[in-house]
């Protein structure tokens, strides 16, 4: 499939590589939305599961995340970039093809069945975590720095416009087959499941089509564990690092009760709630649109600070709905849309402060901040489903005039982190982008 050499690719060929990234990220889109998000916690609430047991679904399978750090060595075992994404990727969508056994289990063992769940997903994200460095670097290779954010806002686009239908009907699937088969509920998961497991697998031919482009620089067996060190020593990089963990952190900690939230507090099925998704994912369309652009001409971190503040206020939406306004929630899914700027710039801003791939390994930086922020994730996701079961069995807490249950004291810590992620990204620094400093005296000149 590849050869450890860097490999110069003709226009041609590049061009076809790129275009078949957009018939991969449809692929993927499709089964990615039939095996994640509310498909999978319902199915797992269905199973009986706890705060802990959501924190786990959500914490687990990102923390053994951690060893994508081997992704350098990987990638050097095997031979290219190429080779180590498909090849894991191919494994990974093996195993997740299994979870629809899971339902077999399910109606007379609810808590193997639980366990085996979180087990089927751990095992599918390590092999996928540690082919998506491989792409990530491939993708450095691939996509000249000239258009990368046009190029990854296209990207998004297509999978959002691919996740839209596929959410819909993954959704009013669920709560059909939950009406109509009351007495094998799950197979309302199961089957949506097994799907899109057929999908990310069909999605992994276009990776097989694309041009190899080697393993990068020729290095010693030794270099690749030199490779995971170098991000440490690189400050630029480093305060990346620390935004993403940041960020997930606060994602982490709010999990478990923004899974709950829908089902028990406001009674909402799932395909209401995949609705909202849908609403978020035609808003991000929207944003990609013009997210991209900006991002190659004015640089990503300014336009990453204006989507992280939209962003931020979506915990307020959580705070105000209730079981009588639960259409208030919509609003957190609108602010959720400017994810998409985050989703673009990240990237993009990843492989700007890596090294160029071609010239020295990137892979140990990817996988660095891929590594440290899923940890983050994963930690914090285990103490938020943690102190939702604790709080939840304590009486309300009184804050002067306002009464604050469970839900209300995480989603007001929640909006709080969001809004403090802004700092980290005031502190970076982008190559050839002007710093906050410079943007103030920028201001402050135009308002003389």
Aim: hydrophobic share 50%.
């Amino acid at each position: 499939m590849g050869t450890g050499a860097n490999v110069r690719l003709t226009p041609a060929a590049r061009r076809r590589g790129l275009r078949l990234g957009y018939v991969n990220v449809a692929l993927w889109s499709a089964g990615i939305s039939l095996t994640s998000g509310s498909l999978i916690s319902y199915f797992a609430l269905d199973l009986n599961a706890t705060g802990v047991s959501l924190g786990l679904i959500f914490a687990l399978p990102t923390l053994v995340g951690l060893l994508r750090v081997v992704a350098p060595l990987a990638i050097e075992r095997l031979g290219s970039k190429k080779t180590t994404c498909v090849l894991l990727s191919a494994v990974s969508y093996t195993v997740l093809a299994t979870l629809p056994g899971i339902a077999l289990v399910g109606t007379s063992e609810p808590r193997f069945a639980l366990g085996l769940m979180i087990v089927v997903l751990c095992v599918h994200q390590l092999f996928e975590f540690i082919g998506s460095v491989a792409f990530w670097s491939w993708m450095a290779d691939l996509v000249p720095l000239r258009i990368r954010g046009r190029y990854f806002a296209c990207r998004q686009i297509i999978q959002l416009a691919v996740a839209i239908p596929t959410l819909l009907a993954g959704g009013h699937f669920a709560d059909v087959w939950r009406t109509s088969h009351s007495s094998v509920p799950l197979w309302g998961y199961a089957i949506p499941n097994g799907v899109g497991a057929l999908l990310l697998l069909v999605s992994v031919l276009p990776l097989w089509w694309m041009p190899d482009t080697g393993a990068g620089p020729a290095v010693r067996a030794v270099i690749p564990w030199r490779s995971v060190m170098a991000p440490f020593r690189d400050w630029r990089f480093g305060r990346l690092v620390l935004f993403g963990c940041w960020l997930a952190a606060a994602n982490g900690l709010t999990g478990a009760a923004q899974g709950a939230y829908p089902k028990y507090a406001l009674g909402l099925g799932v395909l209401s709630l995949q609705w909202m998704r849908i609403t978020m994912r035609g808003g991000q369309i929207a944003v990609s649109r013009w997210a991209g652009p900006l991002s190659d001409r004015v640089g990503n971190r300014p336009m990453m600070i204006l989507c992280q503040l939209v962003v931020a206020s979506s915990m307020a939406f959580f705070l105000v709905a209730s079981p009588e306004r639960p259409y208030w929630l919509f609003g957190a899914y609108v602010a959720w849309a400017f994810y998409a700027g985050l989703n673009i710039g990240i990237p993009n801003l990843m492989l700007r402060l890596a090294p160029d791939g071609q010239q020295q390994d990137n892979s140990g930086y990817i996988a660095l901040y891929f590594a440290t922020s899923g940890v983050c994730y994963a930690v914090t996701s285990l103490f938020g489903g943690w102190l939702f079961d604790v709080l939840r069995a304590r009486q309300a807490f009184q804050l002067g005039p306002y009464l604050l249950d469970h839900y209300q004291i995480l989603f007001t810590v929640g909006l709080m982190m969001r809004g403090l992620a802004v700092v980290w990204l005031l502190l970076l620094v982008e190559p050839d982008t002007p710093t906050a400093a410079e943007l103030m005296r920028r201001l402050l000149r135009r308002r003389g």
